[in-house]
């Protein structure tokens, strides 16, 4: 199999299809038998969609956890069932009153750690079950809040009862749910009316291509120059490297004593993850960190410190 085809597709997904749909289009595109997305984005809204091919779905679970880039627009006034322009209207207000220095202070407040009920409309599960399927029949079940982090909340703009702004958020967070909140502290109800996610990671909204671009990227045989290789992918992770004699234990499992590092972070603790590389720069595995650097250094040579998460060739 060509190399290439294990690599990261910067998916742009046009607003309409469900994620889901968009992996099949990839596979199709691409005649590969495994892909998968990186973070959910529901069928009104667009931006990007990474997508693992082959051999690189095994990093899913590390991307996951990272944090997302939006833009949003909101409607004033109106509070919906799905808490976007999609649904049934619960409640109308009247947002004729509601200020720009209003929208702008509260946006302000929501900045920090907050706590955040999952909509029932969404892929979030109970007992196996998607909420969104137990809210088309119309079963509604309680939701415990979860905490959820807002790095910024940046507005833009408020035309009449619209308002554009940005967000940059942890993973997890549901956009349409911040907009919900936000009406209801304005008195006046509102919704999410658009959402373009901008950036995932090393993913942003410059480097995506859409899926007529990669379609013809492939008959063009220019896949190399759009696609991310997974070394990119997991830069953020902090490195550790390994003497080439440890590269085929590693490959078939083991995990590494002390002595096969021959480089590492100067600052780790406990749970953290890494990856591993060797003189090829070629990620080979991602770890989890058994203990800190000062315990580290009290190690035996032979002792094990890092547990092997993910081999990744």
Known sequence: MDSTLNQVVNLYKPSGPTSFSMVHSVKKILDVKK???????DPMA?????ICLNQSTRIIQFLGPLSKHYQCTMTLGTATDTQDSTGKTL?????????????????????GEQKQVPPMYSAKKSNGIPLYKLARNGITIERKPVLVHFYSIDFINMEENRVEFEVHCSAGTYIRTLCHDIGQSLGCGAHMSGLIRKQVGVFAQESSITPEALEIANKNGNLAEVLFPVEKVLAFLPEIRITDEFV????????LPKFSLKAYPEKFEPGMLLRVCNGSDKVLAIVESLVDQ????????????????????
Do not use: C, W, Y
């Not at 667009?46 to 990474?50: A, H, S, T």
């Not at 409640?91 to 900045?111: C, H, M, N, R, Y």
């Open 35 to 41: 892909a998968g997305h990186i973070g959910t984005l």
């Open 91 to 111: 409640f109308a207000g009247d947002p004729s009153k509601i200020t720009e220095t209003q929208v702008q202070s509260l946006l302000k407040s929501f900045i």
């Open 294 to 313: 000062d315990q580290f250094g009290k190690m035996e040579p032979k002792d094990i410190a890092f547990k092997l998460k993910r081999v990744l060739i």
């Open 248 to 255: 085929e234990p590693i490959a078939n499992g083991n995990a």
């Open 46 to 50: 667009e931006g990007i969609l990474p």
